[in-house]
């Protein structure tokens, strides 16, 4: 096997750093061979070289699909890359939910929301429900969670009054719906709410979907961001973290805890 050189990473098709990739585009003209060439010469633009449109097709009226494959001399030194990571540790719902009432002695309570126009709760739901995603339980089947799932296209002030209502300790907030980056409007209009009803940090705030990252969630504020292959447990094992984190600090405690004091 070939030895991989990190300091100028490349693209891997047929053999190590051949630099091969597979590019896919749509252009606003009928397919034709000056449609062929007109997709070739824009990827040579790119900077790719040895271009092969390896598919073309009519997909709407004045619409060309290509799928290309070519290659690129160009690396980056993978040693070099810092990208914040959730980390954690691992731990099963029964050790989650094991140390949930040893540390925390309460449920934690989690309301979660598509808001704006996304309508699709796929991603919520796989986290939210008891059924989970691919074998990995969701939050409501956990003892240690008390969770509403507020479905889809909830305005973002309903989901703030819920979760005051609720007396949330965490907002779980999932975008699926990109286009024109419609996700980051919709995160930054949270946290502007939070900020403008005077709740800002109140809650553990955590947003997911396929074009979210945790570099992203936090540069706009969230403690945490979860995209394609996250579990439940990797959210509710965050959670359970951030919240005795928080309690540590002072920033929030045990509800045994607050009734001594309303004694």
């Known amino acids: 096997m070939a030895e991989i050189n990190l300091t100028s990473l490349k693209p891997y098709g047929d053999t190590t750093d051949d630099g091969a990739i597979q590019l896919s585009f749509t252009l606003p003209i009928e397919p034709s061979a000056k449609a062929r060439e007109a997709a070739t010469q824009l990827v040579r633009n790119w900077g790719f070289f040895d271009v092969k449109i390896a598919h073309m097709s009519k997909i709407g009226v004045n619409y060309s699909l290509f799928v290309v494959f070519a290659r690129t001399d160009k690396g980056i030194d993978y040693t070099q890359l810092?990208?914040?990571?959730?980390?954690?540790?691992?731990?099963?719902?029964?050790?989650?939910?094991?140390?949930i009432l040893a540390n925390v002695k309460r449920p934690i309570r989690v309301v979660g929301a598509c808001t704006g126009y996304d309508a699709h709760t796929v991603g919520l739901d796989a986290i939210l429900s008891m059924k989970?995603?691919?074998?990995?339980?969701?939050?409501?089947r956990y003892k240690g969670f008390r969770t509403v799932n507020m479905g889809s296209q909830v305005p973002t002030e309903e989901l703030i009054d819920r979760a005051v209502k609720e007396k949330a300790d965490a907002i779980l907030l999932s975008k699926v719906v990109s286009q024109k980056d419609i996700h980051l409007s919709d995160m930054r209009d949270l946290m502007a709410r939070l900020k403008k009803r005077g709740l800002e940090g109140k809650f553990i705030l955590v947003a997911g979907g396929p074009r979210v990252t945790h570099k992203m969630a936090l540069e706009l504020g969230?403690?945490?961001g979860f995209t394609i292959g996250a579990r439940p447990?990797?959210?509710?094992?965050?959670?359970?973290?951030?919240?005795v984190?928080?309690?540590?600090?002072?920033?929030?405690?045990?509800?045994?805890?607050?009734?001594?004091?309303?004694?």
């Open 222 to 224: 969230y403690d945490a």
């Open 233 to 243: 447990s990797d959210v509710a094992n965050f959670l359970y973290e951030k919240l």
């Open 82 to 99: 810092e990208v914040p990571d959730l980390g954690g540790e691992k731990r099963s719902y029964k050790e989650i939910d094991r140390l």
């Open 245 to 263: 984190e928080r309690m540590d600090k002072g920033e929030t405690e045990p509800m045994s805890r607050k009734k001594k004091r309303g004694k």
């Open 132 to 140: 989970g995603f691919d074998g990995d339980i969701g939050l409501e």
